[in-house]
Structure formats: C-alpha cells, structure tokens
C-alpha cells in the first residue's frame, strides 16, 4: 500500500529515489549524517552486542546472553537486508523499515531485561539491553524528524493545485 500511494502521491517521478535528493538529482544529507550513521546505528547498535556476546559466553550464565542477544542481532540483521533490499528497488517504503523493527526491538530488549533479571543474570547485561534500547528510541525519534526529507515532501505538487488542475 505504501509504494501504491508513493506511486499515486508523485506520478511525475515513480521510482522512490532515495532520501535527501532532489528534483535535480543532487543528494544533500543532513549535516554529520554519516557520522551520525556510523557512530550510533552501525557502530554501538551491531559492534556494542557483538562484543558482549564473547563476554557473556565467559558468564556462568553464557546462554542467558546469547538467549537475549542472538535474536537482537539477527533482528538487526534482518532490518539491514530490508533497508538494502527497498532502497535497491527503489521503494518509497525504505523510509518505514526503522519503524517497522522498533517496535519489535523494543519489546525485544524488554523482553531479554526481564528474563535477565529475573534468572539472576549479569547486571552489565540488562545495561547493554538498557543502553541499545536508549539508542532506538534515539534513532526512531531522528528517524520521525527526518520523514518529511526522508519522503520529499516539499517536492510533492500542492494538495490545492492538485484538485483546481
């Protein structure tokens, strides 16, 4: 439904072309976007977890950390593939893959804190859980703020002149 109305929304252009660009073909990030990419998302949210895994398996509780971390990862994995595959076919839904996974994520890392907790597991591990939980929320409200960009929507013709023309 959403390439649907991607499509019906903006005809002139059917294929989504990606976040930031403009009509004239030109891709203008917003400032330290990248930096922002690699820092946060790619490097806290997969390296932070893949690191804890050696040190949960070094717990008395090493299959507690893999239990709450392995399905977080290949979540994670799963998000990454979607985003290539959507930004790839060019699809207007790349945009809501993020939102899609977070609210999963986010019951995730409850999901694995509680069991933590509740099995007596390593505190820093309900910390890791608490910190990319922190991070996720941080990304899905800079994900909100960027849509409009993300969408092209002062690209879009006019609701006004669409009905008058």
Known sequence: MGEKYGEQRNSTYPRYPGPW??????????KHFN?????????TGLLLPLAALPAAAYHEHGW??????????FTLGVQIWSE???NTRGSPMWPMTPIVHMTYRLW????????VSVLEGPVWLIYVQAYLAALWVFN?????????????????????SERTG
């Not at 660009?21 to 917003?30: A, C, F, K, Q, Y």
């Open 21 to 30: 660009v403009e009509l004239s073909g030109d891709r203008r990030l917003p």
């Open 35 to 43: 930096l922002y990419l690699q820092l946060l998302p790619a490097l």
């Open 64 to 73: 507690l950390g893999a239990t709450v971390l392995v399905p977080y990862l």
């Open 84 to 86: 290539n595959w959507y």
């Open 108 to 115: 995730q890392l409850g999901r694995g804190s509680l069991l």
């Open 140 to 160: 899905f409200g800079a994900v909100m703020a960027w849509m409009p960009w993300m969408y092209r929507w002062h690209l879009q013709p006019d609701a006004d």
